[in-house]
């Protein structure tokens, strides 16, 4: 069967009356449903605002404890991270290797490298405190 523009689908008045009843059996209880909970919704509303007034200063210090212990236990988290990071970091240090994968046993010769310029150190600083005499002095 096709249908050309500007021609009307025949149907029979059984087929939409069944389709309304139908719609109706689903619908029906759905809409019942919903008036429902929107009911017991605005029961429980009525009946809890009372005590919600009364109690307000209560659940108000009652939120700022909250808030509280959820800011605690994030700091307390951040530490744990912290502290289990640096527990890692001095594991590789101790044992010589790196867990990652990356980096030497020694850290590319850092070891090397650090203790040359190190070497320097005693000397800068002993000019370092003759300049700083030589300077008290002239004033």
Known sequence: MEIQYGQQLQTSGTKVLLAAFT????????????????LA?????VLSSPLLL????LLFFAGF???GAL?????AAALVFTGMTTLGWIFQE??????LGFGGGD???MVERL???????????????????SISGRG
């Open 115 to 133: 203790k040359d310029k190190g070497k320097d150190w005693p000397r800068f600083l002993q000019h370092g405190t003759e300049q700083d005499g």
């Open 41 to 45: 919704s605005v029961t429980l509303l």
């Open 54 to 57: 009364i109690f307000s200063p």
């Open 71 to 75: 800011a605690g236990f994030a700091v």
């Open 107 to 109: 850290g590319g010769g």
């Open 23 to 38: 719609g109706l059996a689903i619908g029906g209880p759905l809409v019942g449903l919903m008036g429902f909970s929107f």
């Open 94 to 99: 101790l044992a010589g290797i790196r867990l």
């Open 65 to 67: 404890v909250f808030v």
